[in-house]
């Protein structure tokens, strides 16, 4: 059972978010009047409907705690009732102890003269009727005797066997002399002189107690009162359909009376009390609220020590809540009527207040078809009137961009015919380099050969600038051309040393970013060295951050540090005009720093400002560029990934 409802459970969790998702693009697809009327809706209803059950529940708190307030007066009221009959009740027996005549007779071990008997009954007997008598609150006085050898004295005198077959008889010696209070259904006639008895279904409440004399049990004590006379208002018969009073004794068990249509004639109910009573005496406390038959009640109680019993008050609830429930109904009916009224209002408002902004909608529409109007003549001020005005600036530079497009096509188709004559005079180069190359193997001249060779590929890598992008590898293969060309000027050739795992041969570089370095270490690296061994090593390297370190160091005479920190700060400066005093790049004396900036500004402004270069030297040792870039791959066709 516990899986069929976690499978609901998550079912409906998956469904909760599509018809949320649903509700918001329905809303979505409304227009702007239609979701303004809704908003208005939703902040009326939602707030009322919150505040609403918020002062009806404290309606509902304060009408339950005024009921128990109530209720827990009318129980101290009865239980003062009570004590006084208790007090009354332990008074009789206590008279009835003190009469040392009547002691001494139940005591006795043989059978007294005719005249001492009637001595008790003229004396002792006579003050116990009347202490009956001047309480006729009490309904029975009786002394039962441990003493076979007695006569019984009606209606006051008992031997004790009449009593010994009660289920309570046995727990007075437990008690050790205390008093033992019970209560009753019936209180039926122990002389069984009549078949029956009105008294017999009358509920009653019994005090016994065990007569000692010295150490000797000599009898019992009973003082008897119906509960009608015990408790008054419990059983006082007054019809209420809205509450009862009842007692409970020590064992939990419910005494009420039957007639009352409230819960003697609800056997349900009575069942109910009886178990919220006995949760009550396990929380210790005096009041709860429950529910029988989806009608709610309240149970009062409060003790009475001296009969070990508690009085109780069951009130319902129902009348009030259906009360409060229907004041409640009615005010939400007004509200919801209140807020359609509204509503109306707010649509029509809304229609007259929108006019503008749906003429502006249909300017829009125009617009998204092709149809671009000169402007929108609308008046007024607020948001609206300045939405317009900014529309029809946004049409006077549409029609202005339309007026460049068609000068850019222009000179477009002007550049795309001057690039198709410099693709000719090209290939006529390409041709005769070609020629004049295989002369040169004709007559055995290699190195003119290979130079020739190298300074083709630096050519066609030049003109074919199909894009802004290239491979390392293609950057890479151009400068082993270049440096193979530029070999030939030198007696002692410069060594190009590369540290390129080959997984990043692939990566993505701009096109001529290596290349003006490596132009300028060969042309200032060594400047003024006579004999040196000329070594450039390119190293290439991925951080933890993914991105893509590229390392050009030349071992020439390096850069002194004050020239050094104001080539880095030319390179950096945001503002062309603060680098116009720039230097061209190198280890030498000459001015450097142009190519080394444009490499810079061009990684930044294709790859972001948190990319570039920087520049580090140590004067007599090297110079060293350290490029930063963005991992990304350069596939087939030109494919960025």
Partial sequence: MNDIRSGSEKIMGRKFPSYLQSITHWLGRRSMQSRLVAAYIIILLIPSIVVSNYLFGQIRDSYTNDTIKQGQYLLEMEKVNILNQIEAMELAAQLTISESEILEYISTREEPPIEELLDLNRGPLTDMINIQTNNPNIAHLRLFANNEHISEIWPIIFHERRIQSEPWFAKLDQLDGKELWMFKDKDPDILRRYVTDVNDQMPKVSLVRIIHAGSKRIGVIQVEMLLKQFSPKAFANIKDEGSQMMLADSSGAIYLDDNQPFAGRNP????????????MNEQGINEKRFVVNKHPYLLVSTPIEQADAHILNVVSLQT??????GAEKQIIAANLILIGLLSIITYMLNSFILKNLRRLTEAMKKVRKGEVPTGLPLGGGGE???????????????????????????????????TLHSQIDSHFLYNTLENIKMLAEMENQRTISDSLTSLGGMMRYNFKWSGEYVSLRDEIRHIQNYIAVMNIRFDEPIELELHIPPKLMEIEVLKMSLQPIIENAVKH????????????LIHASENERAEIIITLRD????????????LNEMIHAENRANSSRGEEVGSGKQAFG??????????????????GLHVYSSEGQFTEVVITLPKVLLMGGGVRI
């Fill in 268 to 279: 349900e109910l009575r069942q109910a009390i009886e178990n919220e009573f006995a949760e």
């Fill in 320 to 325: 009030a809540h259906e009360r409060i429930s």
């Fill in 594 to 611: 142009i190519g080394l900036r444009n490499v810079h500004q061009r990684i930044r402004l294709y790859y972001g400002k948190q990319y």
């Fill in 555 to 566: 071992n020439g005479i390096g850069i002194q540090a004050q020239r050094l920190e104001r």
């Fill in 525 to 536: 690296a060594w400047l003024g060295v006579e004999e040196s061994k000329s070594a450039i």
């Fill in 384 to 418: 609206i009137g300045e939405l317009a005005h900014h529309f029809n600036k946004l049409i006077h530079t549409i029609n202005e961009l339309i007026a460049q497009g068609v000068k850019k096509q222009a000179l477009t188709k002007e550049a795309e015919l001057r």
